[in-house]
């Protein structure tokens, strides 16, 4: 996550200044403007009250990666979804049984 993208965003979003952002967010605008330019960074809950501030709130999910420890666990995933797919066969008609785009 880029802080001075997810700040200059909401701040774009929510319609404000860097003058108001800050005022709302009990900062100065030359440190915000810091922010947002990426010459500081904030802290987590600096981040997170300039963008409830801007009425966003700041939400993170940790998600663990298929195969971070094992390389063969993604093949492995896939077996498991082509087999899932493999009780739900497709049954398809020879023919269309609705217009072509474009068509009337």
């Known amino acids: 996550m880029d802080a001075a993208t997810t700040i200059r965003s909401a701040r774009r979003r929510a319609g404000l200044s860097l003058r108001?952002?800050?005022?709302r967010a009990?900062?100065?605008h030359s440190t915000l403007a810091a922010y947002e330019g990426g010459r500081k960074i904030p802290t987590v809950d600096t981040l997170d009250r300039v963008l409830r501030a801007a009425g966003y709130e700041l939400a993170i999910e940790l998600t663990?990666?298929?195969?971070a420890d094992d390389p063969a666990a993604r093949g492995r995933e896939l077996e498991q979804a082509l087999d899932l797919a493999a009780q739900f066969p497709a049954r398809h008609s020879r023919t269309l049984q609705f217009p072509k785009f474009g068509t009337k």
């Open 20 to 23: 108001g952002l800050a005022a």
């Open 64 to 67: 663990r990666r298929v195969g």
């Open 26 to 28: 009990a900062t100065s």
